[in-house]
């Protein structure tokens, strides 16, 4: 009995010591600078490097307003803030230690802990010149009064209080130094990735409590029903094999020949975000990205399916693809008219899993391009279950050589 009294004692004195740790991070003070041309200016871009736009913007709506919904599936939704410099609905109130303790410890005004769908353990990387930098811009725009919903995350993930266990453990709140060990532009590019561009954020499988699985990162995840790719210098599943050039090209582009064009979040990222970084900033982003160490990809593929017994599926298939998709792609999925509708090649297609192929049939992509944006329609509404398995099966097995075997079900389940 004694030696239970002890070891609960134990639990409680450490329990208590991991709380006050938690909960009792903070920035420390300085006063507010004032903005300087510059620092809006540089802030502008960091901001764009940073892709904030694409989080904190519902299309079609006033840009940073918020309200962009993230369906976080069995944990619920949550849905952006309005970051414009709105006093009442926005962080016009907000000072600098406010504003950095959101970006370095996920702590909003007021102490309001964040989910980390922000990615302040990314953020944290940032230099305090550079997060001042972005709030100097963000506090340049038109402040628009909008209130997003309401997150509807359920029990125990609406309790926001335990966010500050996940940020102690997972946010390391120190920020990136230099390598000298390392050129400028590895040392350029492993900022831009790990902290401005927080790619791992979408790329790294996470563990049980949503954090980072630092032992595989850039190894690919399914984020919002998409999936990202592994971005590792594995020749398989990874970017080994890409020649430099191409790497360069779908960064700053979307397109890369025999690599097929970005879809879905990846083309949105690039659409408004990469595509408007220096030469310069692509090269050391694809420096850095070769030395990430090769990881096969965390994504499991499924087991390989033998044609047979899918004659009459592949069949309708070919129909489909006739009539909806040869249009725009050919039958030998070359394209007609730009090099963006090419299907030959493309990793999307040849994904034995065809989790983005399928998204891209239900619900379209668009990116932004050179010769204006590109736009890829959605077949969900017009499609059954059965047609969408069926086309994408074909398309797969036509042009990328693997097996069919995505269901009706599967489908209903990706929707």
Known sequence: MKRLLWIVAVIVVVGAAVSALAFSRSVPHRPDVTATPEMVQRGEALVRAGDCISCHTVPGQPAYAGGREFDLGSMGKLYSPNITPDRETGIGAWSDDDFRAAMQLGVAKG????????????????????????KAYLFSLKPVHSIPPQDAMVFPYNQRWLMAYWGWLFDSNKRLASDPQQSADWNRGRYLVEALGHCQEC?????????????????????????AYDISSDKESGIGNWTDEALEAYLATGFAPDHGPAGGPMAEAISNSLHYLPTQDIHAMVVYLRTVKPVASAVPTRAAATAGGHDAQLALGRQVYARECANCHRRNGEGTQSPDEALKGDDTVADPQAINLTQVVLYGSTLDTANGRVNMLGFGRGLTNAEVAAVVNYTGQTLAGHSADLTPEEVAARR
């Open 111 to 134: 102490g309001v802990h964040l989910y980390p769908a922000f990615p302040y353990a990314s953020f944290t990387l940032l230099s305090d010149d550079d997060v001042l930098a972005i």
């Open 203 to 227: 790329h790294t499988p996470r563990n049980f409590l949503q954090g980072l699985k630092r032992s595989e990162a850039y190894a690919g995840a399914v984020q919002q029903k998409w999936k």
